[in-house]
């Protein structure tokens, strides 16, 4: 079975924090992506990197940047966290660039910023 | 732009009611359609998937089928049990960039 591991279930941060969250697949994956959840509008993609060390931007980068040294591992950061960015972040990955490709997901971090 | 338009929750259910969530997609061409569940507290996991037109995706009950005439992709169950209880996310394949689109998501309860 593919496991996409999410390094926290929950956590919560100060304003101003650094915030780093992890995310490691063990299947071989090309593509991983950081997804934000919020209620009323659905997920809402963040980054996404189709290979080690490539990045490209979603539909809300802003306030955040990603990180993909291993192909394995894939990891967003929130530079400086604010309370807007309380929310569930999901992570995802993929096999390919192909039709068809589903996703597989983490099993979520909830991260509060107070 | 490409976009998935699902119908809105919460939808409460009696156990053995019938089910359907409706989804529509906007798309050139014909991408690759998927059904995900989310339990209580967790990430979400595929429920089925359609590739084509006129393919029927089923898993657990649950079926849908991929309609290009009218661009929808219905999630049907004939009996919900109360284990059903999820949010359900329908998403298309998102082309060039490799991610999924996602509607925003149908919370639904099954009461015993």
């Known amino acids: 079975d593919v496991k996409v591991t999410q390094s926290s279930r929950y956590l919560v941060k100060r304003t101003g924090e650094k915030v780093f969250l992890e995310c490691v697949q063990d299947?071989?994956?090309?593509?991983m992506f950081w997804y934000r959840q919020d209620p009323g509008l659905g997920l809402r993609l963040i980054y996404f990197?189709?290979?080690?060390?490539?990045?490209e931007k979603g539909d809300i980068p802003e306030g955040y940047s990603v990180s993909r040294e291993k192909k394995e591992r894939f990891s967003l950061i929130l530079e400086s966290a604010s309370t807007n960015q309380t929310s569930m972040y999901l992570c995802?990955?993929?096999?390919?660039?192909?039709?068809?490709?589903?996703?597989?997901f983490g099993q979520g971090t909830r991260l509060t910023v107070v | 732009g490409d976009s998935v338009t699902q119908m809105e929750g919460p939808v409460t259910l009696s156990e053995e009611a019938f089910l359907t969530i409706n989804c529509t997609y906007t798309a050139t061409g014909y991408p690759s359609l998927f059904w995900y569940v989310q339990y209580p507290g967790e990430g979400l996991q595929l429920l089925l998937k359609?590739?084509?037109?006129?393919d029927k995706g089923s898993n657990k009950g649950f079926e849908a089928t991929y309609r290009k005439e009218t661009t929808s992709f219905h999630l049907e169950k004939g009996s919900v049990q109360v284990s059903d209880s999820a949010v359900y996310f329908c998403?298309?394949?998102?082309?060039?960039?490799?991610?999924?689109?996602f509607g925003k998501g149908t919370k639904l309860s099954v009461k015993p």
């Open positions: 990197s189709y290979d080690v060390k490539m990045k």
């Open positions: 299947m071989d994956h090309e593509n």
């Open positions: 998403a298309r394949y998102g082309g060039s960039q490799g991610n999924l689109i």
């Open positions: 359609a590739t084509k037109a006129d």
């Open positions: 995802a990955s993929s096999l390919r660039r192909a039709a068809g490709a589903e996703a597989f």
